[in-house]
């Protein structure tokens, strides 16, 4: 029973093209993130969505563009790919209000643009 | 916005020793988690602890919230210990943990 799930595991691609990555979660968080981690280890977050809708937009180019269709859903679409975004994408959840819970990783999307 | 440092970068232990990871924040935080992203890149939830101590297993942390600072001890070191520790803060709520560099642990046998 994964708890937060997407997919796929590694996605190597050419500069150009248009990729999409799915994640899951069965926690019944109601806040979805979107974090990329780049190839020092840093982790930044890009996106986060409340039931829905989108709280938290980093500066992040304008070809990335996460959906969310439902509050157990959030996909991340990336239009023409750079040899820039080449890096780990972590979706993850959790629960928003007061302090806030513990948060939960998914096992990461590498992608490699060539 | 909210600076996270931890220290230090880099540490390589014998099995069975302890150590002591620290976490120093530069505001008022109201949510404080530590992370460990085993040598898969899996990142897993150690704890969640804006304040207090918490102790699981081999592993506890304290936060001390007006003094800016948080720390994970380990205890009787395994090699299965090994990999990346990031602690992760969030000034208020309905922000996003924004997370430290991370301290690079390696346990030999």
């Known amino acids: 029973d994964t708890a937060v799930s997407q997919t796929p595991k590694y996605l190597v691609t050419q500069m150009g093209n248009d990729k999409s990555i799915k994640c899951e979660q069965n926690l019944g968080h109601d806040t979805m993130y979107w974090y990329k981690q780049d190839s020092k280890k840093f982790l930044k977050i890009m996106f986060s969505?409340?039931?829905?809708?989108?709280?938290i937009n980093e500066t992040v180019p304008n070809r990335f563009s996460p959906k969310s269709p439902d509050k157990a859903h959030l996909n991340l679409h990336i239009n023409s790919l750079e040899l820039g975004d080449s890096a780990v994408y972590f979706c993850?959840?959790?629960?928003?209000?007061?302090?806030?819970?513990?948060?939960?990783f998914g096992n990461g999307t590498r992608l490699t643009v060539t | 916005g909210i600076q996270v440092e931890q220290s230090p970068p880099d540490l390589i232990l014998q099995e069975g020793a302890n150590s002591t990871l620290r976490c120093n924040f530069s505001?008022?935080?109201?949510?404080l988690q530590w992370f460990h992203q085993n040598p898969w890149g899996q990142l897993i939830n150690l704890f969640y602890i804006p304040s207090g101590t918490k102790q699981n297993g081999r592993l506890s942390a304290t936060t001390v919230a007006t003094e800016r600072y948080s720390l994970l001890y380990i205890s009787s070191s395994q090699t299965t210990d090994s990999g990346v520790y990031f602690c992760?803060?969030?000034?208020?709520?309905?922000?996003?943990?924004?997370f430290g560099k991370g301290t690079t642990l390696s346990v030999s046998s």
């Open positions: 969505y409340n039931n829905k809708e989108l709280i």
């Open positions: 505001d008022s935080v109201n949510n």
């Open positions: 992760a803060v969030s000034e208020q709520a309905g922000t996003a943990l924004i």
């Open positions: 993850a959840s959790s629960h928003l209000a007061g302090k806030g819970s513990p948060l939960h």
